[in-house]
């Protein structure tokens, strides 16, 4: 009875902001237009539709505010006009009971209020849909805030996630949009990103390792988390007092330099995305805050660490390739690039996605590099790649975000913000650095042992490789090679690949020590197996 009373709600909310106007009448089921009938006599909406849906979003309350916000975060999949508004969501919610939050507290951590902190402010200082914070000391005098989960919020998440569930696989079976729109891929989404949330002991881990990361930056500071008072139901951490980024008045009565701080957002995004693989994926402004101490050298300070990013090795490396060809309008090497990261299937025609890539990118290159935004950029080379079975990841799409708002941050602290000329440097520098010899010694260092135990495998995982390489050179007048014997120098083939691991492996104690060092013999035999190999 509950979910028929919270769908009736639904629907009248649907209702009352004409959002049946986003579906194609004509070509909704029968049992929807007949339900849908009586909107016909209402009048036209005067609102945009972004404004109505995100209107009727807060009506229904904080679990679908949140999912709005999910929504925004989207701009893959949501138009750009529904994405600016829903950007404008407010996760405000009344407080609930002070004395409730100081049970939950209580109970915990194991201990009284008294007890456990010198000072405890019994007003909120903000108050969420997932969680609320109040500020208080500790025995030894340190200024915190303390934060916990809002009571009974297990259980309207649940219910309201099922009955997200239920309306996107509708959507998804009965409309063009909600296929198009993967709803159900996104409502499961949601249900991950929202559970995240639910256990702060996992938010405090992330706060610890992003502070550890930026240790001593004049870049980047983060609060310290008290473990003695933390668990998966409470989370404290040092009080911070900084400018919040919004408030331009105030950062430029400190005589902040603008320039520096936009330009320094920009080097925080790719330092973490980079070089520490590591970022904070929810660095909407309300997260963000200034220290401007030393004006001309302003640094962030970013609290909220519930939801973070990271990507594998391989697509670290293939991102920052696709970006530099990218502004080096190589259109065919971004396709290739999205090929052999597996972005896009195998058998991808290479010649029609990079004539799609080029016909999105041109059209951008033709405006001043300070005008261009990288993060719609990403956006639109991943809606074009859509087209092409591109699944897009769910680290990707977080990385994504991220850059828009980095992005559009920087451009209202600054609006002259040459993201380019900070990202260039950066990612050939990233490049040359990460496979220069003593990178690659450091790599064998760590991974040699877990290579060797499946270096028995090497050699018929090459001769296939190579055996499919040639089928393709050969088709279609060349039937694929299927046998062994059909290669043209197979003792070169098992020669070559017996003589890498001779030469490799008799060394492999050397590695372990000092790789630079390896014995001469064994480098110049895994070298002539290395050359049996490629001219066979």
Request: hydrophobic share 40%; with cysteine; proline share 7%.
């Amino acid at each position: 009875m509950s979910r028929i009373h919270r769908l009736s709600t639904i629907l009248r909310t649907v209702t009352r902001y004409r959002l049946d106007l986003f579906f194609d009448r004509d070509k909704l089921p029968r049992s929807a237009r007949l339900l849908l009938a009586g909107t016909r006599l209402l009048p036209q909406p005067s609102a945009p539709r972004g404004e109505r849906l995100r209107k009727a979003l807060e009506d229904l309350g904080p679990i679908f505010i949140k999912f709005g916000q999910l929504l925004s975060t989207r701009p893959d999949l949501i138009p750009p006009d529904i994405c600016s508004e829903l950007d404008k969501l407010q996760d405000n919610v009344p407080p609930f009971d002070k004395a409730h939050f100081v049970a939950i507290v209580e109970e915990a951590l194991g201990d009284s209020i008294d007890n456990l902190f010198l000072q405890f402010d019994r007003e909120p200082l903000a108050s969420a849909s997932v969680a609320q914070v109040h500020a208080a000391v500790l025995p030894n005098g340190r200024e915190v805030v303390v934060k916990a989960i809002r009571p009974g919020i297990e259980k309207v998440i649940e219910q309201d996630i099922k009955l997200l569930f239920t309306i996107a696989r509708w959507l998804e079976k009965n409309t063009i949009d909600g296929r198009r729109m993967r709803l159900m891929e996104v409502v499961s989404d949601y249900k991950n990103t929202i559970f995240y949330e639910l256990n702060l002991q996992r938010e405090g881990a992330n706060a610890s390792l992003l502070r550890r990361n930026f240790e001593g930056s004049p870049l980047l500071y983060v609060p310290e988390v008290f473990w003695s008072h933390t668990n998966e139901k409470v989370l404290v951490m040092e009080r911070i007092y900084a400018t919040p980024v919004t408030d331009v008045s105030t950062l430029q009565q400190q005589q902040t330099n603008f320039k520096t701080l936009a330009e320094r957002g920009v080097e925080i995004f790719f330092t973490q995305v980079f070089e520490h693989n590591f970022f904070h994926a929810d660095m909407h402004p309300g997260n963000i805050f200034v220290d401007a101490k030393n004006p001309q050298q302003p640094r962030y300070l970013a609290v909220d660490c519930a939801i973070m990013g990271t990507l594998t090795e391989a697509d670290q490396y293939y991102l920052a390739r696709n970006l530099l060809a990218i502004f080096r309008r190589d259109y065919q090497q971004v396709a290739e690039l999205h090929v052999l990261s597996g972005w896009v299937p195998e058998g991808t025609n290479i010649g029609e996605f990079t004539a799609a890539i080029r016909t999105v990118c041109e059209p951008i290159f033709e405006r001043p590099l300070r005008e261009i935004s990288f993060g719609q950029l990403l956006v639109s080379l991943f809606r074009t790649a859509r087209r092409f079975d591109m699944e897009v990841q769910p680290s990707l799409v977080l990385l994504q975000k991220t850059l828009l708002n980095i992005e559009g941050l920087g451009r209202q602290l600054y609006p002259d913000l040459d993201l380019w000329a900070t990202a260039h440097p950066f990612l050939e520098r990233w490049l040359k650095e990460r496979f220069q010899p003593n990178a690659l010694v450091e790599q064998f260092k760590r991974h040699g042992p877990e290579w060797l135990e499946q270096f028995p495998q090497v050699p018929q995982l090459i001769f296939h490789t190579l055996e499919r390489l040639q089928a393709r050179e050969n088709a279609p007048s060349t039937p694929p090679i299927s046998r062994p014997d059909n290669c043209k120098s197979p003792w070169r083939l098992w020669a070559g690949a017996a003589l890498v691991g001779i030469g490799l492996g008799s060394a492999f104690p050397q590695w372990l020590d000092q790789l630079l060092q390896m014995p001469t013999g064994s480098l110049l035999i895994a070298g002539v197996g290395i050359v049996l190999l490629l001219f066979r």
